[in-house]
């Protein structure tokens, strides 16, 4: 099969903000390997879907190896799944701290490390973290120090890998939603979670998807941190 077309990696990528990036790359004429715990086979011939648990090695290293194997190459990869908890610190159990680590932090240090020694052997290839903008701005009706522990590790790992790998022609920056509409928010929440953001309301899924082309299309652009909160992080 032809390797000219350039290929994206998804994460968590059966539903919400990673069914829509998987779409969005799809118009854009990547082909795509698909990861989620639960995904189904696409009748897209230029979908590859891999069932896993991005929190086993061994799902990062099936997903690279099998995109290699049916596309030729990758080119970008998007840490789209993770994990998101919120309880007061003291009510947090060793469960929820396991769970959240594994997914949001080992996750990424797996699918990250794997796809970087294959963009190595091109010369290029760009990564993108889907982090949050509760990093940047605690609040106390929303308690969630392991949002904080884990995606602002992911945070700064971004910075660092960015200029880590820049001469090597590897772009990393991230995404830092604010509380998105998505299947995970009832409607009868969003009145009030729309009053978290300056802006009045919530985040779309497709605020998150442009925010990803953008940095996709934006070639100057590492290290970054794009805030897509509707003005949570710059104030109250």
Do not use: C
């Amino acid at each position: 099969m032809s390797s000219e077309r350039k290929v994206a990696v998804i994460t968590g990528a059966s539903q919400g903000i990673g069914a829509a990036v998987v779409d969005a790359y799809r118009g854009r004429n990547y082909r795509i390997v698909a990861i989620a715990r639960s995904i189904r086979q696409s009748d897209d011939p230029d979908i590859l879907a891999i069932p896993g648990d991005v929190a086993e090695r061994s799902t990062a290293e099936r997903a690279i190896a099998e995109g290699v194997a049916r596309f030729g190459r990758i080119d970008t990869l998007i840490n789209n799944a993770g994990l998101f908890i919120a309880k007061p610190f003291t009510q947090y159990s060793e469960g929820d701290y396991a769970t959240v680590l594994s997914v949001n932090l080992a996750g990424f240090f797996h699918m990250t490390q794997v796809a970087i020694s294959e963009m190595e052997n091109r010369g290029s290839g760009h990564i993108v973290q889907i982090t949050t903008s509760l990093i940047d701005h605690a609040n106390s009706n929303l308690p969630s120090v392991l949002a904080s522990l884990t995606k602002g590790g992911l945070d700064a790992a971004t910075r660092s890998l960015a200029i880590e790998y820049a001469k090597r022609g590897i772009r990393v920056n991230a995404v830092a939603p604010g509380v998105i509409k998505t299947p995970m928010h009832p409607v009868e929440t969003h009145q009030a979670l729309g009053g978290l953001h300056p802006l009045g309301r919530m985040g779309e899924i497709t605020d998150i998807v442009d925010a990803i082309l953008y940095l996709e299309s934006a070639p100057f652009v590492t290290g970054e941190t794009l805030h897509v909160d509707g003005g949570q992080s710059a104030g109250h």
